[in-house]
Nanobody, 123 residues
């Protein structure tokens, strides 16, 4: 069992940066790939980025490439999502999830989910 807790969200202005964190507890978190998803108001939850268990490979949806960076520190059981040059369309609840497969953009392939952290970007 793995428990995930996201943090780092907040109200920011367009152009700012944020670093979201996904802290894990439970067994063998370092064996799992981790994905970040987001859900904007009125929209379906969508895949954003994923990182392999070792941290040596990452995968991004095209729309965030160059602005989002996913990383992990297995010694701290934490995965990060650095978001630069924030845009109003980045406003969403951001979720992290852990699963065995990588890269995996499908929500139902992830085994564990956090509760989400709200990111609101004002213009």
């Amino acid at each position: 069992q793995v428990q995930l807790v996201e943090s780092g969200g907040g109200l920011v202005q367009a152009g700012d940066s944020l670093r979201l964190a996904c802290a894990a507890s439970g067994r063998a978190f370092s064996n799992y790939a981790v994905g970040w998803f987001r859900q904007a108001p009125g929209n379906e939850r969508e895949f954003v980025a994923a990182i392999i268990w070792s941290g040596t490979s990452t995968y991004y949806v095209d729309s965030v490439k160059g602005r989002f960076t996913i990383s992990r520190d297995n010694a701290k059981n934490t995965v990060y999502l650095q978001i630069n040059s924030l845009k109003t369309e980045d406003t969403a609840v951001y979720y992290c999830a852990a699963g065995r497969d990588y890269p995996n953009t499908l929500q139902d392939k992830y085994d564990y989910w956090g509760q989400g952290t709200q990111v609101t970007v004002s213009s």
